[in-house]
């Protein structure tokens, strides 16, 4: 049975159809750049002229631009071990004095997905790790997915995936090692043929965390292969120029190093390290942001907030991450119903709840969240 939702569309669909010759390509245009990915992806299909328009350079630039302006919180669900549920909604405006809101949840799509090992989420895309070296790309607007092309693994293997702001363009970084020997392998989404090139790189390193790209900059933390003492260090890559540079944060700042407790995050733009801690006695969650004091990133100073708890769902275990403007947001780690996340301003220090619509479907299922997720038309 079609839902209402469907059925407006529909009617939407039809009277536009209808009448569409006599309005101006220019007017078509502008009114195709404000509807939302899921409804392009249906007017493609009703007349050649509006498939040929939304594929056209300018059009996908000029939806990116308006998309990049207003990011949406993605959220990914896995049911049955064999799907992803993904649906994004609109990121609440921070700068608001009431302490909950309410937003609906627009349902994406959902593609065949074994045992994931990780997820993850840059820009437009989503990515899933199956077995060892097997990822799939997938960008909710456009429906489009793929497999990544595999790379040789030795004893380990570990893959990042970064953003070039300049070039526009995604890269994927592979490294792998044995006996002390690494290999450095690069690949480029936008390209039409897919392939790993090996990269070159000077100081030899084991990854012990996951990546977070800043400004076109790759960062993750690593062990060097110093002997006898392996230096724990952050690397630097450069995603447009694949050049690596190093970190070594000083022993007054090692806290923030801490790989078991700790997670480097885009803070305001720069990076930052988030260490998380429960109280339940006192019903908060405490964590300490630890920032660097110079250019170099050597010397960091550590800040501690207290984030009081607006409701009893959020006791339970919380994933956590940072908004690039001054918030941290939690997310309970399984779908209930009603849903709601939690935001804590860090320069206000206060807090909020927004209830999340819409997710009914998958109650009970673990879920992901990611912050700054964009609509990209762009077929790749």
């Not at 209808?18 to 009703?46: G, H, M, N, Q, W």
């Not at 630039?61 to 992803?84: D, E, M, T, V, Y």
């Not at 997938?138 to 040789?152: A, D, I, M, R, Y």
């Not at 908004?323 to 860090?346: A, M, Q």
Request: aromatic letters at 12%.
């Amino acid at each position: 049975m079609e839902s209402l939702h469907q059925k407006d569309h529909q009617t939407i669909l039809t009277r536009f159809s209808k009448y569409s010759e006599e309005i101006p390509d220019d007017l078509i245009t502008e009114i195709l750049l404000r509807l939302p990915s899921r409804s392009i992806a249906r007017f493609r299909c009703v007349r050649k002229l509006w498939d040929s328009t939304i594929s056209r350079q300018d059009f996908t630039k000029s939806f990116l631009a308006r998309s990049s302006s207003r990011p949406q919180i993605l959220f990914a669900c896995g049911k049955n071990n064999l799907k992803l549920f993904l649906s994004s909604s609109p990121q609440p405006h921070q700068n608001t004095d009431e302490n909950s809101s309410s937003i609906a949840a627009n349902y994406h799509m959902s593609f065949p997905c074994g045992r994931f090992y990780t997820l993850g989420h840059i820009g437009c895309l989503v990515y899933v790790r199956e077995g060892m070296s097997l990822w799939k790309i997938c960008n909710p607007s456009t429906g489009q997915c793929f497999t990544l092309p595999e790379v040789k693994i030795y004893s380990w293997i570990r893959t990042f995936f970064g953003y070039d702001p300049i070039e526009k363009q995604v890269k994927v970084l592979t490294i792998t090692g044995e006996h002390g020997e690494d290999n450095h392998h690069v690949l480029t989404l936008e390209t039409d043929k897919m392939s790993w090139r090996t990269i070159e790189y000077d100081t030899p390193h084991s990854p012990i965390s996951a990546g977070v790209c800043i400004s076109g900059v790759l960062y993750y933390r690593a062990y060097e292969h110093s002997f006898p003492d392996p230096c724990m260090m952050i690397v630097c890559f450069d995603v447009r120029s694949e050049k690596y540079s190093f970190i070594r944060v000083r022993e007054s700042s090692l806290g923030a190093m801490e790989p078991e407790t700790t997670t480097l995050i885009n803070y305001n733009g720069q990076l930052a390290s988030l260490e998380m801690q429960r109280s339940f006695s006192e019903a908060s969650t405490s964590f300490d942001l630890w920032v660097p004091q110079d250019s170099g990133k050597e010397e960091w100073s550590k800040h501690t907030y207290k984030f009081p708890m607006l409701r009893n769902e959020a006791i339970h275990d919380t994933l956590y991450f940072i908004v690039g403007t001054n918030e941290i947001v939690l997310i309970p780690r399984k779908v209930s119903d009603p849903f709601y996340v939690f935001y804590y301003n860090l320069e206000r220090k206060t807090s909020r709840s927004v209830e999340i619509r819409g997710m009914k479907e998958v109650k009970g299922k673990k879920v992901f969240a990611y912050l700054d997720h964009i609509e990209d038309l762009k077929l790749m």
